[in-house]
T-cell receptor
Framework: GQNIDQPTEMTATEGAIVQINCTYQ??????LFWYQQHAGEAPTFLSY??LDGLEEKGRFSSFLSRSKGYSYLLLKELQMKDSASYLC???????????WGLGTSLAVNP | DGGITQSPKYLFRKEGQNVTLSCEQN?????MYWYRQDPGQGLRLIYY???????QKGDIAEGYSVSREKKESFPLTVTSAQKNPTAFYLC????????????FGPGTRLTVL
């Protein structure tokens, strides 16, 4: 079957760095997405990886290893507003829809 | 401004009534999607459409229906056959192509009393 695993909850301190992991098992692979979702709001796009390696975008970076079925989202210089759920999603072999993880709820404390 | 709109933000209905949730986009996106989100469940795909006048069932289509008569619009009807309709409903759209992210509307929170 197809499956995406992420930790359910994480806690970090303002100004610190946090890494949110995502492992996946899918039928085919056509890219991995990270989204941020604040409570009661819609998800917003953060990053996209289709090739192995690190993609950096400001305070956020995302890494992909296709051979290991593994990705992580790295958040630097954490701010209180980064408290949100972070969703990992994979576009499988049929290329038409995304397979979603359950999300990681991140709490940033002062 | 381009974007996706969903209305209303909050919707209340009595049990046994059908209700239609609207989703409109002016991004000229080809594909549109309907998701349902429950606490601790993540996003679950209800229906999706790649082109006008065509749509496919997602993972939890039972009790729902859709139409795609125009490129900009993809309304979702929650029928009385849906056993647990109370949820947060999200509409999304994307351009064709694997590296294009899905853009989401603000969502509709449906409560069935």
């Amino acid at each position: 079957g197809q499956n995406i695993d992420q930790p359910t909850e994480m806690t970090a301190t303002e100004g610190a760095i946090v890494q949110i992991n995502c492992t996946y098992q899918t039928s085919g692979f056509n890219g991995l997405f990270w989204y941020q979702q604040h409570a009661g709001e819609a998800p917003t796009f953060l990053s996209y990886n289709v090739l192995d390696g690190l993609e950096e975008k400001g305070r956020f970076s995302s890494f992909l290893s296709r051979s290991k079925g593994y990705s992580y989202l790295l958040l630097k210089e954490l701010q209180m507003k980064d408290s949100a759920s972070y969703l990992c999603a994979v576009r499988g072999g049929n290329n038409r829809k995304l397979i979603w993880g359950l999300g990681t709820s991140l709490a940033v404390n002062p | 401004d381009g974007g996706i709109t969903q209305s209303p933000k909050y919707l209340f209905r009595k049990e046994g009534q059908n209700v239609t949730l609207s989703c409109e986009q002016n991004l000229n996106h080809d594909a549109m999607y309907w998701y349902r989100q429950d606490p601790g469940q993540g996003l679950r795909l209800i229906y999706y459409s790649q082109i006008v006048n065509d749509f496919q069932k997602g993972d939890i289509a039972e009790g729902y229906s859709v139409s795609r008569e125009k490129k900009e619009s993809f309304p979702l009807t929650v029928t009385s056959a849906q056993k647990n309709p109370t949820a947060f409903y999200l509409c999304a759209s994307t351009l064709a192509g694997g590296n294009n992210e899905q853009f989401f509307g603000p969502g509709t929170r449906l409560t069935v009393l």
